[in-house]
């Protein structure tokens, strides 16, 4: 007995029976039965190219991380059984936050147990109800989450518009509060990257903070590997920086890096920091390991740079739609629901992954087939992608 | 043009016309998911383009308790006023 439990559920379960009707598989549950390696996996007992992984420099299989990962699960079991704030502080916490505050040029480092939760984690410890948060109309949900748990009042900018943020900056003055503004580095749908210089700048004249979620950034933007604000050489103007290890660094947790040395106070009152187990003591050192790897071979973000344009430009010529930016992000957006769901059915058939984002999950309400590229792919991986994409398209009449 | 809530429901309605999907009979009492057929988004995206025309900021707790075009003349009404 439910007892009107799931009444809600009505309009969604008519979408969704829609959507499985409309689809010869689930777009939501697709199981990879294993890697064959970081490019490619074993889907549908047919070898496929993975083009939908965020694993943006391959590190989820990278033998370095994995042995240190093995090394310290041997020596120190598989869990802490605890949070940050009990028993779940273990010496290798403690390594890893120091790593990456050196990493980040930074004072400080908070360490959580998914980047959904660095978000959450972060947001709700600096801001509450007397404060204003300013976020991109695109950001993740992980953010527009957090604001939701700190409680603070939001106001949405247009996308990528530091004018737009200027002007409603502005229109909040004379408001008691503390103002915080919330962009990300490269936009996880769209592959877009924020013109973060002149968001500092807008920041500054208005005196409020700024917070930048590097999630898809990290380990892939910038000489050293540190996102759009290195690459953009603005990093001093940004006072908090987030950001994943399940992206560049290919294994799971988040952080937030600062120099504000209030980190302490917030560990105490960050909810999503404090009421979780901390991460396993073998995620942390494949983490430290892929860390090393980053900052030991830029070649691999000289790769991946060289892929993004492959992939890129494939996909431009072939004449479908795509953002301007370069990054390993490369959505292509189509116009239709049905059409993109027989659009990802037969590359999956054909045998290449990537991810179908459907509204309202994407930005301007059009469905997406979200490709994200690799350093670890090869230029023939890439050029088949790029082959079945343009085979498929012809034959859904998208491009003549 | 004054603020009044009347006025600014008149200006939201001809902004909503001006989109081919939604249907023609709109009038203050409409519900915006249910009579317009807009999900959250829509919403939020929507709001965006009013704030500019009327040079405010909604915070987005705000949108959870509208229903109507009314409700939404009356609260854009209300923090113009607060900016004033």
Known sequence: ?400 | MTDSIPNIADMIIEKLLANPKVPRNINADSRIVEDLAFDSLAVMNFVMEIEDTLDVSVPLDKLADIRTINDLASCLHDIKAEQA
């Open chain 1, 1 to 400: 007995m439910t007892s009107g439990l799931f009444d809600k559920y009505a309009s969604l379960k008519k979408s969704y029976e829609s959507l499985v009707e409309a689809s010869p598989r689930n777009p939501f549950g697709v199981v990879i039965e294993r890697p064959l390696s970081a490019t490619v996996g074993i889907i549908e007992g047919r070898e496929t190219l993975l083009f939908g992984t965020n694993n943006y420099l391959g590190l989820s299989q990278s033998r370095h991380a994995r042995d240190a990962a093995i090394e310290t699960a041997t020596s120190m079991g598989v869990g802490t059984t605890g949070s940050r704030i009990a028993n779940g502080t273990f010496s290798l916490h403690k390594k890893l936050e120091k790593r990456l505050s050196e990493v980040f040029h930074r004072k400080h480092t908070m360490v959580f147990s998914t980047g959904y939760q660095a978000n959450l984690g972060t947001i709700s410890a600096l801001v509450n109800k007397d404060d204003i948060l300013f976020l991109d109309a695109d950001s993740h949900a992980s953010i527009y989450d957090g604001a939701k748990l700190s409680g603070a009042q939001v106001i949405r900018f247009r996308h990528n518009d530091p004018a737009d943020l200027d002007k409603r900056l502005a229109r909040t003055k004379n408001s008691p509060g503390a103002r915080l503004v919330i962009v990300e580095g490269i936009y996880s749908m769209t592959g877009n990257i924020a013109p973060l210089k002149e968001f500092v700048d807008v920041k500054n004249r208005h005196n409020a903070s700024l917070m930048v979620d590097e999630a898809h950034s990290f380990g892939v933007l910038g000489e050293h590997g540190r996102g759009v604000a290195e690459l953009q050489n603005c990093e001093d103007g940004v006072d908090f920086v987030v950001g994943t290890f399940s992206k560049s660094l290919g294994t799971v947790g988040g952080y937030c890096v600062t120099d504000h040395d209030e980190i302490d106070l917030m560990r105490l009152c960050s909810r999503p920091y404090m009421f979780t187990a901390s991460l396993p003591p073998e995620i942390i050192a494949a983490t430290l390991a892929a860390l090393e790897d980053i900052q030991n071979k830029p070649e691999l973000r000289t790769a991946l740079q060289r892929n993004s344009t492959q992939l890129h430009a494939g996909l431009k010529e072939l004449g479908l739609t795509t953002s301007d930016f370069v990054s390993p992000v490369i959505a292509v957006t189509l116009e239709t629901i049905p059409q993109a769901i027989t659009f990802w059915n037969a590359l999956l058939e054909e045998g290449v992954y990537v991810n179908l984002s459907l509204p309202p999950a994407t930005p301007d309400n059009r469905p997406l087939l979200r490709c994200s590229v690799m350093a670890a792919h090869s230029p023939e991986e890439i050029a088949k992608a790029v082959t079945v994409f343009g085979k498929v398209a012809r034959t859904l009449g998208v491009i003549s």
